[in-house]
């Protein structure tokens, strides 16, 4: 027997909210810094010179640009639900002078054969213990338990049995 994904997260440093507020105080930082050294307060430069500097100071979108590594969330076995993570452990691969990600296999929920409620139950608990073995580096799993209210994993995964054997 395969496993078979269900989902695949991203595992961000910070929220968005967090990532939004650390931006604000960098820019605040930097206005500071240029108004130290021009001796005239930001606002008085005029706006073709604000908009150059604040793209300057511009950080990228949340969402892809903060991650700290993916987990993934799949069915091992008809009843078992397992979740694992690909994080960074500070090494870099010599060859392509990237951070090595290592994959931990951290977590399990059991449910029911061919029971897409359980299925899910399963998957928001493996989740919770994602979560909770990231909260020590205070990080975050991107993950909302509405998007699993339409998704029909049972299909999805019987669809790709097929493929499989095909």
């Known amino acids: 027997m395969h496993r078979r994904r269900l989902l695949t997260l991203l595992i961000h440093r910070r929220t968005r909210e967090q990532y939004?507020?650390?931006?604000?105080?960098f820019v605040a930082k930097q206005k500071r810094l240029l108004e130290a050294l021009r001796?005239?307060?930001?606002?008085?430069?005029p706006h073709e010179r604000q908009v150059d500097y604040l793209d300057r100071w511009f950080w990228p979108p949340w969402r892809f640009?903060?991650?700290?590594?993916?987990?993934?969330?799949?069915?091992?076995t008809p009843w078992t639900v397992i979740?694992?993570?690909?994080?960074p452990e500070g090494r870099v691969a010599a060859a392509t002078k990237k951070?090595?990600?290592?994959?931990?296999?951290?977590t399990t929920a059991n449910c029911e054969e061919n029971d897409e409620r359980s299925l899910r139950t399963a998957i928001i608990d493996v989740?919770?213990?994602?979560?909770?073995?990231?909260?020590?580096?205070?990080?975050r799993l991107?993950?909302?338990?509405?998007?699993?209210?339409?998704?029909?994993?049972?299909?999805?995964?019987a669809v790709n049995e097929e493929d499989l054997r095909s």
């Open 83 to 87: 979740g694992h993570m690909d994080l």
């Open 65 to 76: 640009n903060d991650l700290a590594g993916f987990a993934e969330i799949e069915l091992e």
């Open 127 to 139: 989740a919770k213990q994602l979560q909770q073995q990231l909260s020590k580096r205070k990080w």
């Open 20 to 25: 939004k507020r650390d931006h604000d105080k």
């Open 99 to 106: 951070p090595l990600l290592l994959d931990y296999a951290c």
């Open 142 to 157: 991107e993950f909302d338990s509405a998007m699993l209210e339409y998704t029909d994993f049972l299909s999805t995964v």
């Open 39 to 45: 001796g005239q307060p930001f606002d008085a430069l």
